[in-house]
């Protein structure tokens, strides 16, 4: 019996920890970024306030995450 890895990386596959790029919207919401970086809503705000993490941008009073750029961003953390 063979089971899939379920932890691919950027380098190696277009899905990390089974939640597919293919899958995310071209503009991500907090809630969306939250839940595919698996990390808390507060831990991303913390990183736009100490200036690193995925850069977002002002959709008029709304934060958002070009879905690229997040990718490049996790791709930069990849080979650091």
Same mark, same amino acid.
């Given at each position: 019996?063979?089971?899939e890895s379920t932890h691919s990386t950027l380098a190696g596959g277009d899905h990390i920890d089974g939640?597919?790029?293919?899958? #995310? *919207?071209?503009?991500?919401? !907090?809630?969306? #970024?939250?839940?595919?970086? +698996?990390?808390?809503? +507060?831990? !991303?705000?913390?990183?736009?306030?100490? %200036?690193? %993490? *995925?850069? *977002?941008?002002?959709? %008029?009073?709304?934060?958002?995450?070009?879905? +690229?750029?997040? #990718?490049?961003?996790?791709?930069? #953390?990849?080979?650091?």
């Amino acid at each position: 019996m063979t089971t899939e890895s379920t932890h691919s990386t950027l380098a190696g596959g277009d899905h990390i920890d089974g939640r597919h790029e293919s899958d #995310l *919207p071209d503009l991500l919401t !907090i809630d969306e #970024l939250s839940n595919y970086l +698996q990390v808390s809503k +507060q831990t !991303i705000y913390y990183w736009q306030k100490i %200036g690193t %993490g *995925p850069k *977002p941008f002002k959709l %008029g009073k709304h934060l958002r995450w070009n879905k +690229q750029s997040v #990718l490049d961003w996790l791709h930069e #953390l990849e080979v650091a």
